[in-house]
T-cell receptor, first 113, second 115 residues
């Protein structure tokens, strides 16, 4: 039981390049989330998916797209990376009920030059 | 939407002392309040949570209290140890919604425990 798995763990991109961050969970959770965490700051929600087939914008969606591929997988895509998107990206999942915790992956450290 | 404020942003204590971190929230419909610990370079990990039908919850050296009337909740760590040094985040659920368990996070508290 791996929980939430993110790939890759580290990535360096050049401005304008595109890339997809992958996330998979094996806890049979319906809800999945993408956050970014900038140095010394808290977690800001980029996108979320309440269930397979649905996605919605969070607090900071600009410059990102997401795909809920199936119940297990939720990917985050940067179409044209910008230096302002240098951050640590965390994926999380939770059960449906709103009194259940979110479980986080280990994060992807993304640097854009 | 929900707004969660967390204080202090940094907290330094001597080993063995207690540490208290406080959070306030704005949405009276919020009914679930988890606390996460994040060590340097690691993922946030749940350490304790409380639901709105409970005023206090303890787990060994960690306790959380909730005051729904005042819309604030606090994390208490007793007998602090160097391994408690980390960043702690509070969060509040937005209540019933169609987004699973959407959480709003506080800005974090960096706790430093001096040996």
């Amino acid at each position: 039981n791996a929980g939430v798995t993110q790939t890759p763990k580290f990535q360096v991109l050049k401005t304008g390049q595109s890339m997809t961050l992958q996330c998979a969970q094996d806890m049979n959770h319906n809800s999945m989330y993408w956050y970014r965490q900038d140095p010394g700051m808290g977690l800001r929600l980029i996108y979320y998916s309440a269930s397979e087939g649905t996605t919605d914008k969070g607090e900071v969606p600009n410059g990102y797209n997401v795909s809920r591929l199936n119940k297990r997988e939720f990917s985050l895509r940067l179409e044209s990376a910008a230096p302002s998107q240098t951050s640590v990206y965390f994926c999380a999942s939770s059960a449906d009920r709103n009194d259940r915790p979110q479980h986080f992956g280990d994060g992807t450290r993304l640097s854009i030059l | 939407g929900e707004n969660v404020e967390q204080h202090p942003s940094t907290l330094s204590v001597q080993e063995g002392d207690s540490a208290v971190i406080k959070c306030t929230y704005s949405d009276s419909a919020s009914n679930y309040f988890p606390w996460y610990k994040q060590e340097l370079g690691k993922r946030p990990q749940l350490i304790i949570d409380i639901r709105s039908n409970v005023g206090e919850k303890k787990d060994q050296r960690i306790a959380v209290t909730l005051n729904k009337t005042a819309k604030h909740f606090s994390l208490h760590i007793t007998e602090t140890q160097p391994e408690d040094s980390a960043v702690y985040f509070c969060a509040a659920s937005m209540g019933n919604n169609n987004a699973g368990n959407m959480l709003t996070f506080g800005g974090g508290t960096r706790l430093m425990v001096k040996p």
